[in-house]
């Protein structure tokens, strides 16, 4: 059972850049898909994006594409999540995930088997 520690969370400016770690233990992190979610108060975690096993694949959501990137060093097993040009609306605690049994439903909170505990992000205008 892999356990998973967010840091790196804080309070930004908009257009200003901020980069989450995802450190994973008890498990080997190449063996897993990684995911970030996010969730603003009053609504549901939203997926971020994902990459893949060995780091070469990624997908995003639209409303981060272009902005965000994540990356990976299986040999830490640490995934990051590079934010750069931040939004207000980007304010939310933001969550690693990690996916043992990949079906594809990258974008779906189910697919992942194990979560952290969050970290704040907050962009202020």
């Known amino acids: 059972q892999v356990q998973l520690v967010e840091s790196g969370g804080g309070l930004v400016q908009a257009g200003g850049s901020l980069r989450l770690s995802c450190a994973a233990s008890?498990?080997?992190?190449?063996?897993?898909?990684m995911g970030w979610f996010r969730q603003a108060p009053g609504k549901e975690r939203e997926f971020v994006g994902y990459?893949?096993?060995?780091?070469?694949?990624?997908g995003y959501a639209d409303s981060v594409k272009g902005r965000f990137a994540i990356s990976r060093d299986n040999a830490k097993n640490t995934v990051w999540l590079q934010m750069n040009s931040l939004k207000p609306e980007d304010t939310a605690v933001y969550y690693c995930?990690?996916?043992?049994?990949?079906?594809?439903?990258?974008?779906?909170?189910?697919?992942?088997?194990?979560w952290g505990q969050g970290t704040q992000v907050t962009v202020s205008s």
């Open positions: 008890g498990g080997t992190l190449s063996n897993y898909v």
């Open positions: 990459n893949g096993r060995s780091g070469a694949n990624t």
């Open positions: 995930a990690a996916d043992r049994y990949w079906t594809g439903r990258y974008y779906d909170t189910r697919e992942y088997d194990y």
